[in-house]
């Protein structure tokens, strides 16, 4: 057979589809094509640095020489050393050596507890799913997933500390039982944003027991909107029930959550959940979004407004004054012609769905849009029965903010504070608060954290906190639900304290601090308290308890709802901020906005020593490890700095160091890549920050993530400091780690602050970005498609869902050829009957369909498989080489049209989650020597890595680039001490660290040398399978028969339709995922995914026929908006 | 002329290759008898803390594997008794037995030395930790225990009676037959298929090799032999 070569059509001359994913792409800079045209990312499969050098050719073959003379002396290593078996003394309960227990349990969280089931291992919790019985379980986000590393952190706080040095347990012991014995202590807590019921039920006692006492909360990101509702009221966002939805700058799918967001993405579905009914636009729902910077909402947008935060008021005043309400009066006239054209049609669109609309502001955003937000809604008849919002009453009620705090610790009210919010006041209060200062002025102050941070060290005591995994709590879910927060193991370090038991050593009369354990094996006694509160607001009884811990959640009495109304002062707050930001204007070149955003790795700064978190690239900038200020294209062309920050960095060939006269890097990108740092001036306060282009970004505003910058030490690129190795607020993982924003940040501008000027400077800051690795040509990957006819040849809805399978290069292309065509077959072997079918299996045959229609790009799979599948991380300069391990690519297109002339700088984002494809003509099989990589009988590809030896030839020849090689031992060394990997057995060895404790017992740790990449979970397939066939004995005797008298059926032996889960598509907020059995045809979701018309296969053309297909993105544009023609045009043709 | 080379050196090539024939043989030797999997592992028999003998608990008190071995049809891994599963019996019987005092160490408060610790059993069998294997698979569809581990109800200590190397596990992969059992006979170690066929007549069943085969082909049994059954 000849060689297939493919030749690459032209693009059409009428093709106005542009996509792009990195500026260089957009430029087309030949560096950029030498960067496509390489295997793996420059300098990926190459030694250079200084550290690498150490293991060179000649250095390896003296090692080599050595080895093989030692090998004589080696012989007596193949004799197997002695090991044990260790059982149990006593088995405890439910354990099954080998085989995973579940609990429900749940993550309490600011917005809500996420319900979760946590997997141990012989009582070692090892991965988190979400709780699918809750009824407010909307997946699991990437903190969610991540969260289980925390318990085992390296650099979690183990001791006890005094003013910052490690002290003796009793010494703690003393302290708190003297401040129990004084009740008229001025003492005061300052909890999180978290709903406990049974903390709320505490907090009034020792209201009781100390007269003095003063209850505070404080989260450094939760913004103004509960304020607005009334004291610990909140929204109940139900998305199931809304057509047509409006976020006013609210990442309601991502960082901001309201509610349980899956049912939003099942109605992004055209087919509806499950894929059962016939496509049907009226079924789904339509979104508007009206933000600055893309956020993952804003990148499920059907229309999206680009405008800065401060104009996000005048957008709600425009749409109130267009539902003649009478808030809009103090609301200046929007004058931008665009904002005009789309509120009109907007305003339309939900006054026709009125009673099932939802307009929502982000909770950071300033009171006064929460204002007007809650006055659409009332208007739009949103609120009730029925309908998509509630206004819910928590327990989290009478409790001060942190500028109370701040006061009643400067006079004196408070001199004695309990600091249990999981945020870091003395790091990220609102600066000119200065709260650190009075902080310092109090006589006691005792901080509860996991890690021994900024706050913990400025504290008389700090007490190393107990994971929400090793404590007894419960919880409110985002809609109200009781739940319950269980331990799954006792605390791994003994001095480690819950919340509640610190709580209730105060309430006790000895002040006795019991944590973990009581005496003689009684549970601790936060587990009587949490009993004794579900006694009180649920059921008595050991049944009901029982009950309780088995499902994770009580639905007997939710948060009750109470009406919803608007303030009284609600007019005079609108009018206030009205004025505010008049006096400040719209935001130009020298007088920029910052917008302070929530970051998706670090959130506020708290998971900073995650080292999952780190290394899953952000959703829209594609940074690792760091932050970066984020800039429109066209501001920074204005500030005419845009040339130096795409111009590619001149990096010697040679020396692989900066030189003016070496050569051009690719693109700037790979291990050189280094940003040019901007100087910000805001507020009276300067900082520092790299700076990258951001596309679809509102003009004349900067984005910059808040949470880095917490630690540094000597090894610091810029050599920041200050260095501290006494009191380091940060692990290995979180310092040197990007850039703090909080000084810029005051109380009055908590979320964005006007009037910035940026300055560019000499110096430059490395980055690792995803962004560009690799990057697969420009073929059309990501397919999207409209509900309406654009007028432009490509038809209706109907039209073009028939056309999604011939878009691109698959409109050309010639019908393939299979060589796995089943015996007899017509077209494969000219001697019919020799050939034998290659997926022989007739029970199983695995396949994975992904939705582009509800995926967002968040990476919560990315995260889940790493948790799942024991896949390392490799630190920042590893990343840069373009050598990270995720089996999940998260890569994300933006896409615009060239004849767009409503707003050309606004591009569509369309986000691709590319794993393993599992190809049934796998090009990577054929090309290795070992026969390491082979096909299954149930259509796996799968991996031997014992047999592996690392060619990576089938890297080089997957056409999908999904697979990840072991450059380095990231296991056995910990990949973040510097140079670390290069020293070989020289080396720290991470072996005996904590982090070792969560990997997976059913999976393979890989070691240097060779190549991974998806399985497909196959460990979650084989104990499924497993499992079902062991089913044949029970079946026996349930029929008193004879093994030999039964009849074994395909019923016996398959799986029950959809009962296994990949862990991807266990976690996905977004039901994007769906996996199954093809032989079960339609009864599964799979099945009946991959018969859809908008089910295409990534690189059909070529032939490999992967078993992963994708689903098309549906847009469904409103007709009468101004954008209408420019949605759902996202399709990637040649670049 | 002298000699450049003494009378002696004649024999010198014919030596040198009967030295080095004997290092090869010898190295050929050792590598099979240190290296391979079956020197490596057959016959090891390594002393236990408690001389526990599965003779005297499966032959003559009539034990079942599962007593002990509980969870072997439920999870991958065929566990080892717990020390309370010793003791529910040996709290009444062999109470003074010597061999004991392991386990009165690690579950009697009474005795003097006792400490609670769980009794470390040496392990005999061992799958390389790149091999995932489930024993309940394997019980549950018509492997015996026997298969693999021999007449353990004959051993006074524990031996290792096959390989267990991957050519190993593949022979019977490919051709289950040969060890299929109905699935109440899995745990009998007295099993013998031409007395089961005699007690249980099959129709069109003569031989223990067609048992097999009628096995296989009603228990739809068709084991894998692609990588990731058992590497992952």
Redesign the interface.
Known sequence: MSKFIWQHPEVPADETTVAWRSAGQLEDTPEFREWLDREFPQGAAEMADEGDMETSRRSFLKLMGASTALAGFGMAACRRPESYIVPYTKAPEWVIPGKATYYASAMPRANGATPLVVTTFEGRPTKLAPNNLHPDAAGTDAFAQASVLDLYSTSRSRKVLKSGTAVKRADLDVAIAALAADPSANIGFLFGADVSPTRARLAKQLATKFTNARFYQYEALTGESAKVLGDGAKLSVDFSKADRILSLDCDFAALDPQGPVTPFFERRKPEGKGYEAKPDPEKMNRLYVVEAAYSLTGGMADHRLRVSPSQVLIVAGEIARELGLPQAKGVNPATDGNQIKWIKPLVEDLKAHSGKSLVLAGSRQPAAVQHLALAINLALENFGEGKPLAVLQTEAQGLGDLAALKKDIDSQIVDTLLVLTPSNPVYDAPADLNFAASYAKLKTSIRLSDRTDATAYASTWHIPAAHYLESWSDARSSRGVYTVVQPMILPLYQDCVSELELLLALLSDTGKLINGEGAKGAPSPAYDAVRATFASIGEEGETAWKKLLRDGFYTGSPSPTIPASLAPTADATIAAANIEIGKAGKPTKDALEVIFATDASVYDGRWIDNPWLQEAPDPISKITWDNAALIAPKTAKELGIYDKIVDPEPVSSVLGVESAFGDVGPDNEGQNRKQHIIKISVNGQTVEFPVLLSFGQAENTIVIPVGYGQGYDKDDELKRGPVDDKHRVVGLVGVNRGFDVYPLRTSATPYFATGAKIVLTDKKYSVALTQEHSAMYGRALAREVSTIDTEDGKGDFADQLAMVKKQGNDAHAPPNVYQYLPKGSETWHPDKGQAIPHLSDTLHQWGMSIDLSSCMGCSACLVACQAENNIPIVGKEQVAKGREMHWIRMDRYYATQKDNDFDADNPAFVPQPVACLHCEAAPCETVCPVNATVHTEDGLNAMAYNRCIGTRYCANNCPYKVRRFNFFDYNKRNPLIPHNLNRGPFGVKAVGDPDHLQKNPNVTVRMRGVMEKCTYCVQRLKDAVIRQKGGQKQEALVAGKLSTEMEVTTATLRIPVDSVKTACQDACPASAITFGNRLDEEKSAHGRARNLERNYSLLNYIGTRPRTGYLARVKNPNPDMPDHKFIGKATIHMV | MANIFPRWSNLLPIKIAVCALSVVAGLVF?FSY??TPKT??VG?Q?SQPIPFSHKIHVDQVGLDCRYCHS?V?????S??????TCWNCHQHVQKESPKLAPLHK??DPAYPGYD????????VH?A???V?F?H??HV???ISCQNCHGNVNTMEVVTQDQNMSMGWCLTCHRNPELNLR???EVYNFKYNAVDYLSK?P?SGVKTPEELGL??KE???V?P?T????C??
């Open positions: 050792a240190y290296a490596l592992t090891y390594p969870f049809d439920v999870a991958g891994h566990n080892v008794p717990t020390g309370s690690s579950m609670g610790k769980p009794i470390e059993w040496v392990r061992k390389p930790d790149f995932y489930n309940s698979a549950n569809r018509g109905p699935l109440e249980n099959q009628k096995l009603q228990f739809k068709k894998k692609t990588c990731a059954t590497h992952h």
